[in-house]
Nanobody
Framework: QVQLVESGGGLVQAGGSLGLSCVAS????????MGWFRQAPGKEREFVAG????????RYVDSAKGRFTVSRDNAKNTVYLQMNSLKPEDTAVYYC?????????????????WGQGTHVTVSS
């Protein structure tokens, strides 16, 4: 069992930056690939970024490439999502999730554990 707790959300103006954190507890963190997802009102949850167990491999949704950076610190049981050049369309609840695999995958249904989410609002 893994417990995930996100933090770092908030309100920011378009063009600004936010850094999200997700702290894991309850199991060996580096056994899991990690993903960040988001869900905007009235929309389905979508994959944003993912990182492999070791941190060597990352992947992003096209809309996040060049603006978001996912990283992890296995010694601190934490995964991060740095978001720069934010746009109003980035407004959503952001979730971190853990997958019992080596590399991250994009399908939400394949993730075993989820955090409670943190709200990100980008004003225009």
């Amino acid at each position: 069992q893994v417990q995930l707790v996100e933090s770092g959300g908030g309100l920011v103006q378009a063009g600004g930056s936010l850094g999200l954190s997700c702290v894991a507890s309850g199991h060996t963190f580096n056994w899991y690939a990690m993903g960040w997802f988001r869900q905007a009102p009235g929309k389905e949850r979508e994959f944003v970024a993912g990182i492999s167990r070791s941190g060597e491999s990352t992947r992003y949704v096209d809309s996040a490439k060049g603006r978001f950076t996912v990283s992890r610190d296995n010694a601190k049981n934490t995964v991060y999502l740095q978001m720069n050049s934010l746009k109003p369309e980035d407004t959503a609840v952001y979730y971190c999730a853990a997958n019992d695999g080596i590399v991250s995958i994009t399908q939400a249904s394949e993730y075993d554990y989820w955090g409670q989410g943190t709200h990100v609002t980008v004003s225009s």
